[in-house]
Protein backbone atom coordinates (compact mmCIF):
# COMPACT_ATOMS: atom_id res chain seq x y z
CA UNK A 1 0.00 0.00 0.00
CA UNK A 2 1.08 3.30 -0.87
CA UNK A 3 -1.01 5.20 1.80
CA UNK A 4 -1.56 8.46 1.34
CA UNK A 5 -0.30 10.45 -1.38
CA UNK A 6 -0.11 14.44 -2.67
CA UNK A 7 1.51 15.68 -5.29
CA UNK A 8 2.96 18.16 -5.89
CA UNK A 9 5.40 17.98 -2.90
CA UNK A 10 6.03 21.76 -3.86
CA UNK A 11 4.23 24.72 -6.13
CA UNK A 12 5.28 28.45 -6.33
CA UNK A 13 2.27 30.44 -7.61
CA UNK A 14 1.74 34.20 -8.35
CA UNK A 15 -1.36 35.70 -6.82
CA UNK A 16 -4.45 35.35 -8.60
CA UNK A 17 -3.17 31.79 -10.71
CA UNK A 18 -5.12 28.43 -9.72
CA UNK A 19 -4.31 24.93 -9.28
CA UNK A 20 -5.15 22.17 -7.85
CA UNK A 21 -3.37 20.05 -5.14
CA UNK A 22 -4.00 16.31 -5.63
CA UNK A 23 -4.72 13.58 -2.88
CA UNK A 24 -4.72 9.72 -3.41
CA UNK A 25 -5.31 6.82 -0.78
CA UNK A 26 -5.45 3.21 -1.81
CA UNK A 27 -6.52 2.16 1.77
CA UNK A 28 -10.32 2.42 0.71
CA UNK A 29 -11.30 4.76 3.35
CA UNK A 30 -14.57 6.60 3.96
CA UNK A 31 -13.41 9.87 5.55
CA UNK A 32 -10.93 11.95 3.37
CA UNK A 33 -9.74 15.45 5.00
CA UNK A 34 -7.73 18.61 3.96
CA UNK A 35 -5.42 20.52 6.36
CA UNK A 36 -3.55 23.71 5.94
CA UNK A 37 -0.65 23.92 8.73
CA UNK A 38 0.82 27.42 9.46
CA UNK A 39 3.46 28.31 12.45
CA UNK A 40 1.48 28.16 16.25
CA UNK A 41 -1.96 27.60 14.44
CA UNK A 42 -1.40 23.80 14.54
CA UNK A 43 -3.33 22.18 12.08
CA UNK A 44 -6.97 23.94 10.60
CA UNK A 45 -9.58 21.69 8.89
CA UNK A 46 -10.39 23.24 5.51
CA UNK A 47 -13.12 20.87 3.81
CA UNK A 48 -13.62 17.38 4.61
CA UNK A 49 -15.47 14.51 2.76
CA UNK A 50 -17.07 10.97 4.11
CA UNK A 51 -17.70 8.80 0.70
CA UNK A 52 -17.71 9.69 -2.74
CA UNK A 53 -20.30 12.56 -3.91
CA UNK A 54 -20.24 13.98 -0.01
CA UNK A 55 -17.98 17.19 1.09
CA UNK A 56 -18.48 19.32 4.22
CA UNK A 57 -16.92 22.71 5.01
CA UNK A 58 -14.07 23.14 8.08
CA UNK A 59 -12.76 25.84 9.95
CA UNK A 60 -10.99 27.47 7.25
CA UNK A 61 -12.93 26.71 3.83
CA UNK A 62 -12.76 30.48 2.08
CA UNK A 63 -10.82 30.29 -0.98
CA UNK A 64 -10.92 26.34 -1.70
CA UNK A 65 -12.68 23.91 -3.35
CA UNK A 66 -13.47 20.19 -3.37
CA UNK A 67 -15.36 17.50 -4.82
CA UNK A 68 -14.88 13.65 -4.39
CA UNK A 69 -16.33 11.67 -7.41
CA UNK A 70 -14.20 8.78 -6.06
CA UNK A 71 -13.34 7.31 -3.12
CA UNK A 72 -9.77 7.09 -3.52
CA UNK A 73 -9.32 10.36 -4.72
CA UNK A 74 -9.62 14.06 -3.47
CA UNK A 75 -8.66 17.41 -4.97
CA UNK A 76 -8.06 20.57 -3.52
CA UNK A 77 -8.51 23.31 -5.52
CA UNK A 78 -7.46 27.29 -5.05
CA UNK A 79 -9.14 29.13 -7.50
CA UNK A 80 -7.13 32.29 -7.66
CA UNK A 81 -3.89 32.03 -5.27
CA UNK A 82 -3.82 34.51 -2.59
CA UNK A 83 -0.99 35.12 -0.56
CA UNK A 84 -2.64 34.33 2.69
CA UNK A 85 -3.04 30.72 1.25
CA UNK A 86 0.89 30.30 1.47
CA UNK A 87 1.52 27.39 3.81
CA UNK A 88 1.86 23.30 4.37
CA UNK A 89 -1.16 21.48 3.01
CA UNK A 90 -1.99 17.95 4.62
CA UNK A 91 -4.45 15.58 3.30
CA UNK A 92 -5.46 12.63 5.40
CA UNK A 93 -8.05 9.52 5.08
CA UNK A 94 -9.49 7.29 7.98
CA UNK A 95 -12.29 4.73 8.30
CA UNK A 96 -15.67 6.61 8.61
CA UNK A 97 -15.81 5.58 12.36
CA UNK A 98 -15.17 7.99 15.18
CA UNK A 99 -12.72 5.70 16.82
CA UNK A 100 -10.35 5.41 13.66
CA UNK A 101 -7.20 7.80 13.66
CA UNK A 102 -5.95 9.49 10.58
CA UNK A 103 -3.16 8.71 8.02
CA UNK A 104 -1.50 12.08 6.59
CA UNK A 105 -0.05 12.20 3.36
CA UNK A 106 3.66 13.98 3.50
CA UNK A 107 2.48 17.77 2.93
CA UNK A 108 2.50 19.88 -0.50
CA UNK A 109 4.21 23.61 0.68
CA UNK A 110 2.61 26.14 -1.27
CA UNK A 111 3.88 29.45 -1.36
CA UNK A 112 1.92 32.32 -3.03
CA UNK A 113 3.97 35.21 -4.08
CA UNK B 1 -17.25 24.34 21.16
CA UNK B 2 -14.89 21.13 21.38
CA UNK B 3 -11.40 22.38 21.74
CA UNK B 4 -8.38 21.12 22.06
CA UNK B 5 -5.51 23.04 24.35
CA UNK B 6 -1.77 22.57 24.42
CA UNK B 7 -0.61 24.99 26.80
CA UNK B 8 2.87 25.00 26.46
CA UNK B 9 4.74 26.14 22.84
CA UNK B 10 7.74 23.96 23.51
CA UNK B 11 9.10 21.71 26.31
CA UNK B 12 12.53 20.67 26.43
CA UNK B 13 14.13 17.43 28.70
CA UNK B 14 17.17 16.09 29.24
CA UNK B 15 17.99 12.68 27.67
CA UNK B 16 16.68 9.85 29.79
CA UNK B 17 14.52 12.24 31.88
CA UNK B 18 11.14 11.46 32.29
CA UNK B 19 9.01 13.68 29.62
CA UNK B 20 5.18 15.11 29.50
CA UNK B 21 3.45 17.13 27.04
CA UNK B 22 0.18 18.36 28.34
CA UNK B 23 -3.55 18.74 26.66
CA UNK B 24 -6.55 19.76 27.97
CA UNK B 25 -9.69 19.04 25.64
CA UNK B 26 -13.32 20.18 26.17
CA UNK B 27 -16.20 18.08 24.21
CA UNK B 28 -19.77 17.05 24.41
CA UNK B 29 -20.15 13.43 24.92
CA UNK B 30 -17.79 10.68 24.96
CA UNK B 31 -14.00 11.82 24.12
CA UNK B 32 -12.07 10.52 21.67
CA UNK B 33 -8.68 11.53 21.98
CA UNK B 34 -5.55 11.15 19.83
CA UNK B 35 -2.01 12.32 19.90
CA UNK B 36 0.47 12.44 16.41
CA UNK B 37 3.54 13.47 16.13
CA UNK B 38 5.35 14.91 13.09
CA UNK B 39 9.10 15.19 12.30
CA UNK B 40 10.44 17.99 10.58
CA UNK B 41 9.29 18.17 6.95
CA UNK B 42 7.14 15.20 7.30
CA UNK B 43 3.08 14.45 7.25
CA UNK B 44 1.40 13.18 10.66
CA UNK B 45 2.41 10.00 12.32
CA UNK B 46 -0.54 8.29 14.72
CA UNK B 47 0.82 7.73 18.05
CA UNK B 48 -1.76 6.45 20.29
CA UNK B 49 -5.72 7.20 21.26
CA UNK B 50 -8.19 6.75 23.89
CA UNK B 51 -11.48 5.03 23.01
CA UNK B 52 -13.20 3.91 26.22
CA UNK B 53 -11.44 1.50 28.66
CA UNK B 54 -7.84 2.47 31.08
CA UNK B 55 -7.34 5.33 31.78
CA UNK B 56 -3.38 4.79 30.70
CA UNK B 57 -2.90 4.14 27.30
CA UNK B 58 0.14 2.97 25.36
CA UNK B 59 1.21 3.57 22.16
CA UNK B 60 4.61 3.74 19.62
CA UNK B 61 7.68 4.44 20.70
CA UNK B 62 7.30 3.92 23.89
CA UNK B 63 5.03 6.54 25.16
CA UNK B 64 1.70 6.60 26.80
CA UNK B 65 -0.87 8.50 27.75
CA UNK B 66 -3.17 9.09 30.83
CA UNK B 67 -6.94 10.17 30.28
CA UNK B 68 -8.09 12.17 33.68
CA UNK B 69 -11.41 12.43 33.09
CA UNK B 70 -12.59 14.94 36.11
CA UNK B 71 -9.46 17.16 34.70
CA UNK B 72 -10.44 16.89 31.11
CA UNK B 73 -7.13 16.17 30.44
CA UNK B 74 -4.96 13.54 28.25
CA UNK B 75 -1.58 13.96 29.20
CA UNK B 76 1.30 12.45 26.81
CA UNK B 77 4.48 10.91 28.79
CA UNK B 78 7.39 8.55 28.28
CA UNK B 79 9.29 7.62 31.28
CA UNK B 80 12.74 8.03 29.51
CA UNK B 81 13.27 10.62 26.61
CA UNK B 82 15.55 9.88 23.95
CA UNK B 83 17.16 12.88 21.18
CA UNK B 84 15.06 10.94 18.44
CA UNK B 85 11.81 12.02 20.45
CA UNK B 86 12.53 15.59 19.60
CA UNK B 87 9.51 16.32 17.44
CA UNK B 88 6.11 18.47 17.26
CA UNK B 89 3.42 16.76 18.82
CA UNK B 90 -0.12 17.09 18.57
CA UNK B 91 -2.91 16.53 20.63
CA UNK B 92 -6.48 15.85 18.91
CA UNK B 93 -10.27 14.95 19.55
CA UNK B 94 -12.59 13.70 17.29
CA UNK B 95 -15.86 16.00 17.40
CA UNK B 96 -19.37 14.83 16.73
CA UNK B 97 -21.21 17.30 14.12
CA UNK B 98 -20.74 17.93 10.60
CA UNK B 99 -24.13 18.66 8.26
CA UNK B 100 -23.01 15.24 6.79
CA UNK B 101 -23.15 13.29 10.25
CA UNK B 102 -19.42 13.07 9.88
CA UNK B 103 -16.56 13.35 12.68
CA UNK B 104 -14.47 15.93 12.26
CA UNK B 105 -11.26 16.03 14.11
CA UNK B 106 -10.01 19.13 15.94
CA UNK B 107 -6.44 19.41 16.48
CA UNK B 108 -4.38 21.59 18.90
CA UNK B 109 -1.86 23.72 18.31
CA UNK B 110 1.44 21.79 18.89
CA UNK B 111 4.08 21.45 21.22
CA UNK B 112 7.60 21.33 20.55
CA UNK B 113 9.71 18.50 22.25
CA UNK B 114 12.95 19.27 22.23
CA UNK B 115 15.14 16.36 24.07
CA UNK B 116 18.54 17.73 25.00
CA UNK B 117 21.56 15.20 24.88
Given amino acids: NA ?25 NHEYMSWYRQDPGMGLRLIHYSVGAGITDQGEVPNGYNVSRSTTEDFPLRLLSAAPSQTSVYF ?23 | AQSVAQPEDQVNV ?26 PNR ?41 SDSALYFCAVRDAGGTSGTYKYIFGTGTRLKVLA
Wanted: glycine residues 10%.
Fill in chain 1, 91 to 113: CASSPAGQSYEQYFGPGTRLTVT
Fill in chain 2, 43 to 83: GLQFLLKYITGDNLVKGSYGFEAEFNKSQTSFHLKKPSALV
Fill in chain 1, 3 to 27: GVTQTPKFQVLKTGQSMTLQCAQDM
Fill in chain 2, 14 to 39: AEGNPLTVKCTYSVSGNPYLFWYVQY
